[in-house]
């Protein structure tokens, strides 16, 4: 019996013994699997902390980014609410952020600033790619500047929104235009240059035989008895051929090549003077006021170019109020001319910063749409039905000619307003206004005309013999030379520029060796910009532009015969202490 429990509790020993040596095993693996567990678990606790970090590190490099970007950079959903801006943003419009926040993109895009246009700029979305375009944005203070948009479609938040990165191009938008310009004015300066030789070629031969068209209907008017049928004639053969004339002068303004006599001109006082020739040019309805600043500093220019060019203007200026009423208004003034404002201006792109002399014909007809603005100096480009084109080219060529500069303001339907402008010189002297022109003055003594043309000199000698003076003639240089040392008392010679052996220009540097005070006109049909600058200040009497008729002759002449008086009395006064 006590054998049998001996057994048994022996027995149980070795299975507590067992169970026990399980149950440790277990433990063990049990703290094995914590062990593990515990480590995989600090593995992942450490890798979501690194990932964490990396979001955080991210975001703070994506706000970083956006807020220091040199461009406005902006969010917004698909309504266009603005959900974030950076800093840039809010320097380049000029909002506080806060208000900036509260803003719609079509309060700030002038281009997109309807719902309706904002969603169809949407839809030109897709996932992944940019888009580019253009558009123009609004600042608080209501200026605009134009942007160049890159925008991507973007998840913010959870929700499908577009981050736009808006670039101020107004600097490329600036330099794009400076190329347009400098390559439309390099266009016409090429198509003056051609221009120039064709006007050359033309007006030469052209204004020589209108000079004799011109002088002897003068003539045969004058001689004619006052009821004869033949006047009506006459008077219509003088007209085409001074509208002939007119459009000689027009191209050979465009090319630059008529810019004749330099001299202090007073633009107050010429267009004074021509104030009642404007009125008669300009439509009757048109109230033609004139509004000129006093103390105006005079221009050196060519006065006659200068009434071409108040002459081209008002025309296309009544001609633009049309047959309604309106107002054209003739202003001039003086103003500094910074860089800024001449860059804005035709043609020269160098002209240098300073005092300008303005001339400023402004109308209320019917203004200029841009394609008309853009082409107005082209020669021949016209919108009307008798137009020839050639008005505003002109006065262009006189411009350049002058070293000036054109602006020109138009709005269709509110009016135009053309400003010339033009170095100013000195300072009008007070001079005593000038007598009206007399038409009967005559005068005295012997002049010798010296031109190849065989019609010119006919008709010049007997216009100077009209005017009271004994007529010599010569056919080119060497033989005016030899007449003028052969006969004494001469008063004035009227020279033909263009002539074989010895042209004008020669003749009248030959002339001025045999007598220093000899009184020399130049005539022609025209010229070329390098003559003028060696005739400038050489002491030439006169000029006079072919074709001429007796009315024309008389002033040339009679101005000529007196501004040698005048030049002579200025040069005592200049050397007086
Ligand atoms: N003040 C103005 N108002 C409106 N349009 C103008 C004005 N001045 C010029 N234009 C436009 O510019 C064009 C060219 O002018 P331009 O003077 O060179 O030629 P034109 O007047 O047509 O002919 P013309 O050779 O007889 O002067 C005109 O046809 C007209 O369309
Ligand atoms: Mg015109």
Partial sequence: MVQGRTASLAQELEERRKAEEVLKELTGRLEELIGERTAELEREIGDRRRSEEAALSSERLFRELFQNIADPVYISDASGRI????????????????????????????????????????????????????????????SFFPVEVNALLIDFNGSPCVMGVARNISER??????????????????KLESLGVLAGGIAHDFNNILTAIVGNADLALMRLAPDSPVRDNLQR???????????AKQMLAY?????????????????????????????????????????????????????????????????????????????????????????????????????????????????????????????FY???????????????????????????????????TIRILLPAGALPSEEPAREAEEDRWRGRG??????????????????????????????????????FRSSSEISFIILDLTMPHLDGEQTFVELRK???????????????QEVNHRFAGKGLAGFIQKPYNLSALRAVVKQSLARVGATSRQDEKEESP
């Avoid at 045999?514 to 070329?528: A, E, F, H, Q, T």
């Fill in 514 to 528: 045999l007598d220093p005070g000899v009184r020399v006109i130049m005539s022609s049909g025209y010229n070329l």
């Fill in 237 to 247: 053969i003088e007209k085409s051929a001074l509208r002939a004339a007119d459009l």
């Fill in 382 to 416: 016209t919108t009307k039905f008798t137009g020839r084109g050639l008005g505003m080219a002109a006065v262009l060529g006189i411009v350049r000619g002058h070293k000036g500069a054109i602006k020109i303001d138009s709005e269709p339907g509110a009016g135009t």
């Fill in 446 to 483: 012997k002049v010798l005309l010296v031109d190849d043309e065989e019609t010119v000199r006919a008709i010049g000698s007997e216009m100077l013999r009209e005017l009271g003076f004994e007529v010599l003639t010569a056919d080119d240089g060497r033989e005016a030379l030899e007449t």
């Fill in 83 to 142: 959900l974030a801006a950076n800093q840039q943003a809010v320097r380049e419009l000029g909002y506080p952020e806060e208000e900036l926040l509260a803003l719609m993109v079509h309060d700030l895009d002038v281009i997109y600033h309807n719902d309706e246009r904002l969603a169809g700029k949407f839809r030109e979305f897709t996932e992944n790619s940019p888009l580019t375009f253009e558009s123009v944005h609004r600042r608080k203070d209501g």
């Fill in 173 to 190: 938008k600036r330099g794009e235009q400076e190329r347009l310009k400098l390559e439309k004015q390099l266009l016409h300066a090429q």
């Fill in 255 to 379: 090319s630059g090549k008529g810019r004749f006599l330099i001299e202090r001109v007073d633009l107050n006082r010429l267009l004074e003077e021509m104030l009642n020739m404007l009125e008669l040019s300009a439509s009757k309805k048109v109230l033609l006021r004139l509004n000129l600043t006093r103390l105006l500093p005079t221009v050196e220019a060519d006065a006659s170019q200068l009434r071409q060019i108040a002459m081209n203007l008002i025309l296309n200026a009544s001609e633009a109020i049309g047959e309604k009423s309106g107002e054209i208004t003739v202003s001039t003034g003086s103003l500094f001319c910074d860089r800024a404002y001449l860059n804005d201006a035709w043609f020269d792109k160098n002209l240098p910063e300073g005092l300008y002399v303005f001339l400023d014909i402004a109308d209320n007809g019917c203004g200029m749409d841009r394609d008309t603005l853009s082409r107005i100096y082209d020669p």
